[in-house]
């Protein structure tokens, strides 16, 4: 049906009206696109053995790791610590061939690196535990959602993007529930008792003064970094960094909802303090649902397996856009 503007008193067309079916043209023709870029991207991956060795590897390596999650629970931080030193190189070297390496700059590697400090070194604060759990169950493995990450074991780049936003809260989840007190984590600033029960309460220190430290830190050398030390040469070689996708609203930010409409709330003048302002707001709201993660083990673990299974599902959408719609491009063309 095609939308027709309005006209005005004066007989002059509606610009809303105008604005509204240009929008619409623009989504419809950016959605083609997608579709088509995706398609060249089939046909380059299809024939490819190495994509093959990738798409087994990965499969592989995650049955593994249910396994061994399951079987030795108590130990599996080691497990989790062998995968970081692999995928984190890793990853930082698929990035840095499609220009995203900017991204490991982004609250998600920090993480990594607090919880294997905490694991391997012997500092390790009272309160610093939680914080990090919260952090893992909260703004990290939401990302999973906000940022459509999803299991595409074909694409290292992809696969090694799951990771380390789902990685943190299964190793913090194993630790929480099935660490011994003889490991020497420290679950809580005040347990109770000692094991995992005598962690069942948190105080605010470790709710809001922890998270506050490990937000601080952050966003002081990425603003630093992002926006000033290295902003030139971002801007100059087009680099991609989860701030830059938002601000600039690019496609791949486009269903983070809520964040994208805070962030330009005000306009284009304060959409970069607005973002910082969006990231810390939301941050701190999936920091209070993470908590009942803490202190309710069904809930972590419904919480969890909900996440995980939004990742399958939007692996299980990328394959039928994709592969579907080119297997029937391919049956249509048999039956000419």
Not at 92 to 110: D, N, R, S
Not at 239 to 265: F, P, Q, R, W, Y
Not at 272 to 281: G, K, N, P, R
Not at 313 to 332: C, M, P, Q, S
Request: aromatic letters at 16%; proline letters at 4%; one cysteine or more.
């Amino acid at each position: 049906m095609r939308m027709s503007a309005n006209k005005d008193s004066n007989g002059e067309t509606d610009t809303d009206a105008v604005y509204i079916r240009n929008q619409f043209e623009y989504d419809r023709m950016q959605s083609i696109h997608e579709d088509i870029v995706a398609i060249e991207r089939f046909h380059e991956m299809k024939d490819s053995t190495a994509d093959t060795i990738i798409y087994t590897v990965f499969v592989f390596e995650t049955l593994v790791t249910v396994f061994l999650a399951g079987m030795i629970t108590e130990h599996f931080y080691i497990v989790h610590s062998i995968k970081v030193l692999v995928l984190l190189p890793l990853r930082w070297y698929v990035f840095k061939q499609i220009g995203k390496h900017y991204f490991m700059l982004e609250l998600c590697t920090w993480i990594h690196i607090l919880i294997m400090i905490y694991i391997w070194s012997p500092w390790k604060p009272p309160g610093m535990f939680p914080a990090l759990f919260l952090f893992a169950h909260g703004p990290l493995i939401w990302s999973v959602y906000n940022w459509r990450n999803a299991f595409v074991p074909h694409s290292s780049e992809k696969m090694c993007t799951l990771f380390i936003h789902i990685a943190p809260a299964l190793v913090t989840w194993s630790i929480r529930w099935y660490s011994t007190p003889d490991q020497g984590f420290e679950l809580c600033a005040n347990p109770t008792e000692p094991g995992v029960n005598g962690c069942n309460n948190i105080g605010w220190d470790e709710l809001i003064l922890y998270p506050s430290i490990i937000y601080g830190i952050w966003i002081s050398y990425y603003v630093l970094i992002v926006f000033y030390w290295k902003a030139e040469v971002i801007k100059k070689n087009k680099l991609a960094t989860a701030a830059t996708a938002i601000l600039e609203k690019d496609k791949s930010a486009k269903s983070l909802g809520i964040i994208n409409t805070m962030v330009h709330l005000l306009g284009p003048k304060y959409q970069t303090q607005m973002y910082f302002v969006a990231s810390i707001l939301t941050g701190y709201f999936l920091l209070i649902l993470a908590y009942f993660c803490y202190i309710s083990f069904v809930f972590n673990c419904v919480h969890f397996l909900t996440l995980v299974l939004v990742a399958c599902y939007n692996g299980a959408t990328f394959y039928i856009k994709v592969v579907g719609k080119e297997y029937y491009k391919n049956e249509e063309k048999k039956n000419e």
